[in-house]
């Protein structure tokens, strides 16, 4: 009897994946009840795109996609009625004993190539005091979010891996400090940034040897209304990379714009820009005397095409 259970949860699952759609509904009205088991699903060396259609609903979930399962497209029912959510940070221990940290903290780890999703929410649940708590830790190569909500509290968007390409697209990113960290390249695309702490916004850990970090384009920089002194970002290594272009800046962005590291030697090697951002709290007037004010030259040259070489973002369906 065993057998023939096995065989038929095989056969359902070969199925889901011969018709490249993979169907998760925590009600029991999909192929599977978790998104981790769809994970599971997806053959090592993946070479087509398989989509996994994620019903609305709350999966309180640890989840990972391992390397080698590429090409695999993420789609919610609704960016904020589809959520994907855990709570671990530091104090807490995994199963094994071992402490939580930013490394694996996360809500989800995603290590594979070629990743899409659109229309979900990744969240971290620890609380607004809890530390280090990673919502979405991207490492896998040509990333793409559009309309996805980043939320939780502090270091929640983990960018990490300095030979990752992403790009986010008309995404909801929230957090407290350093919210957006890591060593990739990533483009930000009409996104909504939300402060919710007088803190940093970006930690770039950017290769000396890499021209491009993170980048902002047309977004939207908000904050709580108590918020006043926050900083564009901090350079966690040497050589950090991060541009603001023509971005609506609010008031809770302190006049002078971005952070040093604890007074660390890091910032005089900071690759930290703007150009024709707007806002309360836009002006350039009070900027740190080492961040810079791009000409049009170099704005210009600031492009998709130049930012990811060979890789088209916006085409990758």
Known sequence: MQKIICALMFMCCANAFAQKKIVVDQNGGGDF??????????PAHNTSRVVIYVKNGTYHEKL?????KNFVELKGESGSGTILTYDDHPGKVT?????????????????????YAHDITFRNDAGFTAGQ????????????FINCRITGNQDILF??????RQYYKDCYIEGTTDFIFG????????????????????AASTP?????????????LTGDTSLHSVSLGRPWRPYSMVVYMHCNIGQHVKPEGWSNWNQTESYKTARYAEYQNYGPGGSA??????SKQLTSAEANNITLKNIFPGWDPQNVR
């Not at 990972?64 to 080698?68: F, Y």
């Not at 199963?95 to 290590?111: D, E, K, L, V």
């Not at 060593?183 to 970006?202: G, L, M, R, V």
Request: glycine fraction near 6%.
């Open 33 to 42: 009840k978790t998104v981790q088991a769809a994970f599971d699903a997806i």
């Open 64 to 68: 990972r996609l391992d390397s080698g």
């Open 95 to 115: 199963a094994n004993g071992r402490g939580i940290n930013t490394q694996n903290s996360y809500t989800f780890q995603m290590n594979a190539n070629d990743f």
């Open 133 to 144: 708590a990673v919502a979405l830790e991207a490492r896998g190569d040509r990333a793409v």
């Open 159 to 164: 960018l990490n891996s300095e030979t990752s």
């Open 183 to 202: 060593a990739a390249t990533a483009w930000f695309e009409s996104c909504h940034i939300h402060s919710k702490k007088n803190s940093h916004i970006t």
């Open 208 to 220: 000396q040897s890499h021209p491009y970090g993170f980048i902002f384009n047309n977004c939207t």
């Open 285 to 290: 007037a009070s900027r740190v005397s080492w």
